[in-house]
């Protein structure tokens, strides 16, 4: 059945009206968000019969029985270590970090049969077990299910598992984002939509109940990336995928997050973030969708206040995934709050004003709001970890006192910051330490071709932390010193 359209919901406010004025996205640098009319039917919570979720495989025998006072890194099998050790040492290096991105932007932009792995087995040999398998789930769902079995049997709570595809474009070229021509739109859009929503749907059946799916929206093509780049509604194609997307994530009971992107299209991912989330979210308790925001922005705090009130008025949970963000390299420089410590600061008081469910100085009142707090679940996903440490003391402290306390996961990327997620899980395994944390990796699946630009835009995005990396490789080789000691 075709679901109900987006598109009507987002005209509306076009001529004026709803929750926020509707202006195109270049024209901005603060998104707005409009409200959405569309209906709040009922959404069936029967088990979804085409696919088995994943399972959890039976424990390692690395895994600690009772790690209290284990290393953390200790549940991480011993070819993980040294293949994370490895790509540690390098992307801390001066001398060897330039030349490995040198070369894997040149794998992931050459139009070479030689360079591309779809087509040069032997590159692809060398990629699937080095850094695909480092950083990359697997590019089939046998594949995948095995990587997220060895996850949930170190203790991870699920996985956000993501489709690779998605585009990327320099800032200088925003603006210059067309359509494709008049006498191919009619095949190509609906031909990119639909690959775009096979290759999601697929991810969204592999995932378990209480998993996330995370989605990019410009990975369905020319036509969305245009609508996006002009803060239009979603082409009626898209619109029609969107809530059918949204239908099998409920019947699922998978949460699905909307991807933080560039400064050219996120207002626009806002907007049709907020009207799904308003259709779907109606459930206490409950978020099919959740949005993603980016601290390192100025925007930032102004921009969630203004869902938190939106959704306080309609009554819907909103979904916040928070992260400090990933696209320094390609957007301008100016919508970047000024210094590191800015951003921290304003993670860290985001954070807080989100589990504490109260409007701070770092997360302000909107004009007009009565300072009443919807209802919220959160996705910390941060390689911070003072941020993470923070979070975990607060959420203790609201534990023991009996306080109400929000839906909270920690989320970190496959293959990155180990030594936090697996101090997480040690947490977790530590009766003394109260609430179990949900603990989640982001692992992306696809082939090797279509993850290298997903692997080299995460590279770039991580280049600047060398001190962090640092302290990672420093506790991975005090982990493999360990082992080797004890004979493990």
């Given amino acids: ?229 002009q803060g239009l509604p979603p082409p009626p194609v898209l619109d029609q995928a969107m809530h059918e997307l949204c239908q099998l994530a409920s019947v699922r009971r998978v949460t699905l997050i909307i991807d933080a992107e560039q400064h050219a299209v996120q207002a626009a991912i806002d907007q049709w973030a907020v009207a799904l989330m308003r259709r779907y979210n109606q459930a206490p308790g409950k978020a099919t969708v959740c949005n993603s925001y980016q601290a390192y922005l100025k925007a930032t705090p102004s921009v969630l206040a203004q869902h938190l009130s939106i959704a306080q008025r309609a009554g819907f949970t909103l979904g916040v995934k928070l992260v400090r963000g990933a696209y320094m390299a390609s957007d301008p420089r100016y919508i970047f709050n000024d210094t590191k410590a800015q951003t921290d600061e304003q993670y860290d008081g985001l954070v807080s004003s989100l589990m504490r469910t109260v409007f701070t100085p770092v997360l302000p009142n909107p004009p007009g709001h009565d300072g009443s707090f919807p209802r919220v679940e959160l996705v910390l996903a941060s390689h911070n970890q003072v941020s993470i440490r923070k979070a975990q003391e607060m959420r203790r402290s609201q534990s023991a006192a009996g306080r109400p306390i929000v839906n909270v996961a920690y989320a970190q990327l496959l293959g990155m910051a180990d030594n936090i997620s697996c101090e997480l899980l040690q947490a977790g395994r530590d009766a003394a330490s109260g609430e179990l944390p949900q603990v989640y990796k982001y692992v992306v699946w696809g082939s090797t071709a279509q993850c290298l630009k997903y692997l080299y835009r995460r590279a770039v995005e991580n280049r600047d932390a060398v001190t962090r990396t640092r302290d990672v490789r420093n506790a991975l080789a005090q982990e493999l010193w360990r082992r080797i000691r004890r004979g493990v």
């Fill in 1 to 229: 059945m075709r679901g109900p359209r987006m598109i009507g919901a987002l005209e509306r406010p076009l001529k004026g009206g709803g929750d926020l004025p509707f202006r195109r996205a270049s024209s901005i640098t603060t998104p707005s968000i409009v409200q959405s009319a569309a209906s709040h039917d009922s959404i069936s919570w029967a088990k979804a019969p085409t696919r088995a979720p994943l399972r959890a495989a039976e424990p390692r025998e690395h895994t600690p029985r009772s790690a209290a006072h284990a290393s953390p890194l200790s549940i991480l099998p011993l070819s993980a270590v040294l293949r994370s050790l490895v790509i540690n040492s390098i992307s801390c290096s001066p001398l060897l970090l330039p030349s490995s991105l040198s070369i894997m932007s040149r794998l992931a932009h050459s139009t070479s049969p030689l360079l591309s792995p779809d087509r040069n087995p032997l590159l692809r040999w060398l990629l699937k077990r080095t850094v695909y398998a480092q950083f990359c789930a697997g590019e089939s769902p046998d594949e995948v299910r095995r990587t997220v079995s060895g996850l949930q049997a170190m203790g991870y709570r699920g996985v956000i598992l993501a489709y690779a595809k998605e585009t990327v474009i320099e800032h200088q070229h925003a603006v210059d984002v067309q359509p494709p021509p008049t006498t191919t739109a009619s095949v190509v859009v609906p031909n990119e939509i639909d690959e775009w929503k096979k290759g999601t749907q697929e991810t969204v059946k592999m995932a378990a109940e209480g998993d996330y799916v995370a989605i990019k929206f410009t990975g369905a093509g020319s036509q969305t990336m245009f609508h996006l780049s």
